[in-house]
C-alpha cells in the first residue's frame, strides 16, 4: 500500500493575519506588490460587480478581524489553472480570478471588485450555476471554512446546480446567494455568511 | 537502480485530492480555546465530490514578490538590523503521497523578539522594534523546498484565561496547487517549554500531530557566526491518481483525458 503522510495540522490565524497576509490593513507598508480584494484590471473582460459582506459570529456580532479569499472562474466560466480543459473557453490574460479582502476594523464590512463569472462544467459534465469559492479565517477558526456564492439572479441555473442540490435542507441552500443590488452606479452582491445561529451558512468539506 | 524508479506517479493538474482526515485538525468547537465557542459552525459541512472549483487555484510567480520579501532581517529594516536572534527556516513543503509541491506560496508572520506584533490592534507592553516588520513570502522551488531568515520571535501573553501565553511561533499561510489545499497554521520552536500548555496548540487532538509543527534545530542548515536554523517540513492533502474514472469535466467515457 502507498504509505501516506499526514497533513499538517490547521491553527487558527489569530488576530494578526494582516500582518502577513495584507500587511496594509496591519497599518504598515512592506511590500511592493500587496495581493488584495480588487481582481480586475481596465482590460479584464465582463460584467464588473461587487462582492461585499459581513461575518457574523453565534451572537450576531460582525467579526472585525476576518480574512476572507475569493476564487473563481472568468466571464467565460474558465480558471486560469491547467487543470481546466473546458473546450470552447477561452482564458482571459487580465483575469486570474483570485483576490483576498479584510474585514473593517469598525464595521466589519469587506468587499471584493470582481467580474460575474461564467458556468463552470462540474462532475460528468453536468453544468455547475455560476459561483464564486471563498475561503474563511480568522481568530477562532480553527481551520479554514470553505463556502461559495451563487448569484440570485441565476435561479434557474441554480435550481439545477448539483452542488447546491446536495444541500439536503433546501432551505439552508439560500445561506449560498448572494442578493443583488444597484447602488451608486454598480452592481453589488451582498452576501452576509454566519458562522452559528438559526442562518448559519453552508459551509463544505471539500 | 530501482532507487532511481519514484514509487509514486507524477500527480496531473486534474487529479482530485484525497478526503481530509478531520482527526488530524482541531475541531470548529474546542472550547479551551475560548474565541472558538462563537466563531465555531454547529452543522456538519457539507460533503462534496470536488470539481474544477476545488482543483484549481491561483499560481504565483517569482516576480509578484520582491527580492527581500523571503528576508525579514532586511524587508523592514530602517536605521540598523532588527534586535533578537538571527534565525533560518527552512523545509519541504510535500503532499501527502511525498511529492514536492512546487511553486506553493509560503506567507509567514509573527512577532518580534520582545513578542509584539506590529499591528494597530496589538497593545501588549513588549516593544516595538523600528527594524522589524514580521512578514516575508516566498515560493517554493522544484524541489518543494523554501527557506526564509528572520529573527526567533518572543513568547507573548493573550486574553484566553488570564495567564496563557503563546510560545514563540511563526504564522504560515500555504497556496499550493489546488484550491482544497489552501492551510493556514503555525510553527513552533523544538524545546520551547509553553508548547505544552498552550490551549491554542491543545486544540489539536493528536500528540503526533502536534509535533509535526515543532520545528527542529537544524545545526547543518545555520551559517556558523551568523544564524542558527530550523526545520520544519509542510504536507498539504495529496493527489490521488484517477486513472479510469476523471470525470471533473466530462462524463468519464465519451472524452478522453
Known sequence: ?????????????????????????????????????????????????????????????PLRDVLLEL????????????????????????????????????????????IKPGPVAGRHGVAMAPHVNLWIVARGINIGLHTRMYFDDEAQANAADPVLALVEWEVRRRTLVGRREQRDGKTVYRFDIHLQGDDETVFFDV | MSDDIPSVPAARPDDEYLMRDPASHPPAFAPGYKTSALRSPRNALISIGQTLSEVTAPAFRAEELGPLDGDLIRNYAKTGLPVGERTIVHGTVRDQLG????????????????????????????????NFGGCGRVLTDENGHYVFRTIKPGPYPWRNRIN???????????????????????????GDPL???????????????????????????????????????????????????????SNGQGEAR
Open chain 1, 1 to 61: 500500500m502507498t504509505p501516506l503522510l499526514r497533513e499538517t495540522a490547521s491553527q487558527t490565524a489569530g488576530p494578526y493575519v494582516h500582518i502577513g497576509l495584507a500587511p496594509k490593513a496591519a497599518g504598515f507598508d512592506i511590500f511592493e506588490n500587496d495581493f488584495g480584494p480588487v481582481l480586475t484590471t481596465a482590460e479584464t473582460q465582463g460584467e464588473r460587480i461587487v462582492i461585499e459582506g459581513r461575518v457574523f459570529d453565534g451572537s450576531g456580532t
Open chain 2, 99 to 130: 511529492r514536492p509541491v512546487r511553486n506553493a506560496l509560503v506567507e509567514v508572520w509573527q512577532a518580534n523578539a520582545s513578542g509584539r506584533y506590529r499591528h494597530k490592534k496589538d497593545q501588549y507592553l513588549g516593544a516595538l522594534d523600528p
Open chain 2, 195 to 249: 508548547i505544552a500548555t498552550c490551549p491554542i496548540i491543545r486544540t489539536i487532538p493528536d500528540e503526533q500531530q502536534i509535533r509535526g509543527l515543532i520545528a527542529q534545530l537544524d545545526m547543518a542548515a545555520a551559517v556558523p557566526l551568523d544564524s542558527r536554523a530550523f526545520r520544519f517540513d509542510i504536507v498539504l492533502r495529496g493527489q490521488r491518481a484517477t486513472w479510469f474514472e476523471n470525470v471533473l469535466q
Open chain 1, 71 to 114: 476564487w473563481q472562474a472568468n466571464a467565460q466560466g474558465r480558471y486560469a489553472h491547467a487543470a481546466d480543459r473546458q473546450p470552447g473557453k477561452a482564458l482571459d490574460n487580465a483575469f486570474r480570478g483570485w483576490g483576498r479582502a479584510c474585514s473593517d476594523f469598525d464595521t466589519g464590512m469587506w468587499s471584493f471588485e470582481t
Open chain 2, 164 to 190: 496563557d501565553w503563546r510560545p514563540a511561533h511563526i504564522h504560515f499561510a500555504i497556496s499550493g496547487s489546488g484550491w482544497a489545499q489552501r492551510l493556514i497554521t503555525q510553527m513552533y520552536f523544538e
